[in-house]
């Protein structure tokens, strides 16, 4: 996986616009190598495995004694969209504002995003959703 983003890093350098930020256009190339990954493997419990430190990191503040294994099926019944952004604020550390572009979203897009994906969790998690 390292070795084709690093290829296409190469091989669309002349196209990366030096007034936007590397890390978005980084970010960008990684999610669409990651997509294509993933719907070629068509495999999701790796994808799955991907996230789970986004939900362990969203889920410590609130329920920091409850079981990861846990967090992670219900990361199942998040869009594959709440998951990455969800991965990319927590796992990467990204602004909201490099998440956006990097997304192509606004920025109050992003943040309702990851909003609603860490309420829905939440509520998985105390038992108020089946």
């Known amino acids: ?8 890093l190469h091989a669309h350098r002349l196209k990366y616009r030096k007034d936007a930020p590397f890390l978005a256009w980084l970010f960008t190339i990684v999610r669409n190598s990651l997509v294509y990954h993933v719907r070629k493997q068509n495999t999701r419990g790796k994808y799955l ?3 789970s430190e986004a ?3 969203a889920m410590h503040e609130q329920r920091a004694n409850k079981d990861v ?3 992670i099926a219900e990361l199942s019944s998040l869009s594959s ?3 990455m952004l969800l991965s990319m604020r927590f796992n990467e550390d990204l602004s909201f ?3 956006a572009e990097s ?3 606004s920025q109050s897009n992003a943040r309702k995003i ?3 994906a860490i309420q829905k969790l939440r509520s998985l998690m105390s038992g108020e959703e089946q």
């Not at 996986?1 to 296409?8: A, D, G, L, P, S």
Request: charged residues 30%; without cysteine.
């Open 97 to 99: 504002a490099e998440i």
């Open 69 to 71: 294994s846990e967090a």
């Open 81 to 83: 969209e709440q998951r």
């Open 114 to 116: 990851v909003s609603r």
């Open 49 to 51: 495995e991907f996230s």
């Open 103 to 105: 997304m192509e979203i």
């Open 55 to 57: 939900v362990n990191a």
């Open 1 to 8: 996986m390292f070795q084709e983003v690093f290829t296409k």
